[in-house]
C-alpha cells in the first residue's frame, strides 16, 4: 500500500523559512518522479515543484529561485525547501505520486506566511 506522510509545515513571517519533508512507503521510491503541489482557500490545486527519479527538478515561475525540491532515496523522503515565504505561499502542501497509473496523495501540511 502506498503511502505519503508530508510534515514541517507551520506558521511563520514573511521572509522566513521552511522545510517540508514527504516520507513515503509502499513503492520503490527511488524510480519514481515525485512532485509537490499547493492548494489555497479558494484556488485550484497548482504544482509547485516536481523532481524526476534522475534528480532533474522544475518549478512554477512564483518560486523559482526561492523554493528547493531534492530527494534522499535512502530515506524514500522528499523534501521541499522554501525560503524568503511571501503571504502567497499560504497554502496546504501535498505531495504526490504515480504508481502503477494512479495518483497518491498525502494528507497535506499547512504553511501559513504572515506578512
Known amino acids: 500500500q502506498v503511502r505519503l506522510v508530508e510534515s514541517g509545515g507551520d506558521s511563520v513571517q514573511a521572509g522566513g523559512s521552511l522545510k517540508l519533508s514527504c516520507r513515503t512507503s509502499?513503492?520503490?521510491?527511488?524510480?519514481?518522479?515525485m512532485k509537490w503541489y499547493r492548494q489555497a482557500p479558494g484556488k485550484e490545486r497548482e504544482l509547485v515543484a516536481s523532481?524526476?527519479?534522475?534528480?532533474?527538478?522544475n518549478y512554477t515561475d512564483s518560486v523559482k529561485g526561492r523554493f528547493t525540491i531534492s530527494r534522499d532515496n535512502s530515506r524514500n523522503t522528499v523534501f521541499l525547501q522554501m525560503n524568503n515565504l511571501e503571504p502567497e505561499d499560504t497554502a496546504r502542501y501535498y505531495c504526490?505520486?504515480?504508481?502503477?497509473?494512479?495518483?497518491?496523495w498525502g494528507q497535506g501540511t499547512q504553511v501559513t506566511v504572515s506578512s
Open positions: 504526490n505520486v504515480r504508481f502503477r497509473s494512479q495518483p497518491f
Open positions: 509502499g513503492l520503490t521510491f527511488k524510480i519514481h518522479d
Open positions: 523532481i524526476s527519479s534522475s534528480g532533474g527538478t
